[in-house]
């Protein structure tokens, strides 16, 4: 399996370390996605977030980890760990160690040295976090889809939100979301997640409509885009570009879209008769 990731490595050995991290991540996103999906005990949780955005519609940029819903709160985190672990070792010949935490699976995979993606005295391991979300009240007015799963040679049918209740959650995102990444001398790298932004683009892009009914204490369409207009005037070119350089391979678009990225999403959403 390592040479298979070494393959796909060797097609970017030009691209920033990081970057490169995250698509063995990638790759492995796809793994953990297909042995999920073809079991019964863990079949029935939902993919959602920027994840399921890039395996199951495309989305043009790489993403960290994997995001579900367990609607029947019925997935035992201690068993998930357990089996992935039994999982990656006996398919795909991967040591990986485990953690589970309050909602979380985290999978790490002692690749890095032999990938060349770290050296000593940098750490080994490449870290996959598994989160599973339970209390989430908006469930219930959610649609479902099940999308087709076709990469890297493996084949999975995906349970996932449709577009508008995806296009939601990022929304709320994008609303609620509280984030800051700082330097070690206290200084802020970046004030937001370009990556909401960059997905919020994405969904205007497509004419995808939210599913208002998903987002809370929003009473109709017009606040809703006013709300956002209102939260992109906030952005920073800065902020976009230190979060998506480790997503998108291409460096010079990515410096291009942090400079436009606020008057691209300000002119989309005043189509929508936000002003």
Same mark, same amino acid.
């Given at each position: ?13 030009? $691209? ?8 063995? /991540?990638?790759?492995?996103?796809? $793994? ?26 495309? *989305? ?34 991967? /040591? ?7 909602? !979380? ?33 908006? !469930? ?29 959650? /990022?929304? !709320? ?11 070690? /001398? ?7 997640? @370009? ?26 369409? @017009?606040?809703?885009?006013? !709300? ?36 691209? *999403? $300000? ?9």
């Amino acid at each position: 399996m390592l040479e298979n990731i070494k393959d796909l490595l060797a097609e970017s050995s030009d $691209l920033s370390a990081v970057f490169r991290r995250n698509l063995v /991540k990638e790759y492995l996103q796809t $793994l953990a996605l297909a042995f999920i999906y073809s079991r019964k005990e863990y079949s029935g949780l939902i993919f959602y977030g920027g994840s399921a955005l890039r395996h199951c519609h495309g *989305l043009p940029r790489l993403s960290e980890d994997l995001d579900f819903v367990d609607a029947d709160q019925a997935v035992d985190l201690a068993a998930l760990a357990r089996d992935m672990k039994e999982y990656f070792s006996a398919r795909h010949g991967l /040591k990986v160690e485990t953690k589970t935490q309050k909602s !979380r699976v985290v999978l790490k995979f002692p690749v890095l040295f032999e990938l060349g993606l770290a050296v000593h005295p940098e750490s080994d391991l490449l870290f996959l976090k598994l989160e599973l979300y339970r209390d989430i009240s908006f !469930r219930q007015k959610c649609q479902t889809e099940v999308m087709p799963l076709f990469e890297h040679g493996e084949s999975a049918l995906v349970r996932t939100f449709d577009l508008p209740t995806l296009m939601a959650t /990022k929304i !709320r995102a994008v609303l609620n979301r509280r984030w800051r990444k700082t330097g070690k /001398k206290g200084e802020t790298l970046a004030a937001v997640k @370009g990556r909401d932004y960059f997905d919020l683009m994405w969904y205007l892009q497509k004419g995808v409509e939210p599913n208002i009914a998903c987002i809370e204490a929003v009473a109709d369409k @017009g606040e809703l885009y006013a !709300r956002l207009l209102s939260a992109v005037e906030r952005i920073d070119a800065a902020s976009i570009k230190y979060d998506l350089d480790a997503l998108i391979a291409d460096r010079g678009y990515v410096d291009n879209l942090a400079g436009n990225i606020k008057q691209i *999403l $300000l002119s989309r959403l005043r189509s929508h008769g936000v002003s």
